[in-house]
């Protein structure tokens, strides 16, 4: 229960925080508030794909593995399902590259890897 709560409340949280503070410092302050609920919408579909994943490695591997396989999942769920609604919107001339991609990735796979150390169990 507590690792569906962290994923499914504070991922998407951590998120739109990640996608603040990137485009604060990329363009200093000047953003458009209609992203963020896009960023939320999409922070929490990451966020309830991944969980089930750091659910079935809690119970075979330690959270030193655990963390940075998620994180690892993480990050290719974000870039699959960037892939997925960039050929879904009808922009199929020409794919994005794997190097314009990794700021989206580095946001999934902190924001993962972050719920997976916080929904670990530490007193087991």
């Known amino acids: 229960m ?3 709560l962290v994923f499914v409340l504070l991922g998407p949280i951590l998120g739109v925080l990640a996608a603040f503070s990137m485009v604060t410092v990329l363009f200093g302050g000047g953003f458009d508030t209609y992203g963020f609920p896009i960023v939320l919408f999409f922070s929490l579909v990451l966020c309830a794909i991944t969980a089930p994943v750091d659910g ?3 119970y075979v591997a330690p959270i030193s593995i655990r963390a940075p396989l998620t994180a690892i999942v993480g990050a290719a769920v974000c870039v699959g399902i960037r892939w997925y609604l960039w050929s879904q919107t009808g922009n199929k001339m020409v794919t994005p590259t ?3 991609e990794f700021p989206i990735a580095i946001i999934g796979a902190l924001m993962t890897g972050m719920c997976s150390l916080l929904a670990h169990n530490y007193r087991r």
């Open 56 to 58: 079935v490695l809690a």
């Open 2 to 4: 507590k690792r569906t």
């Open 98 to 100: 794997l190097s314009s």
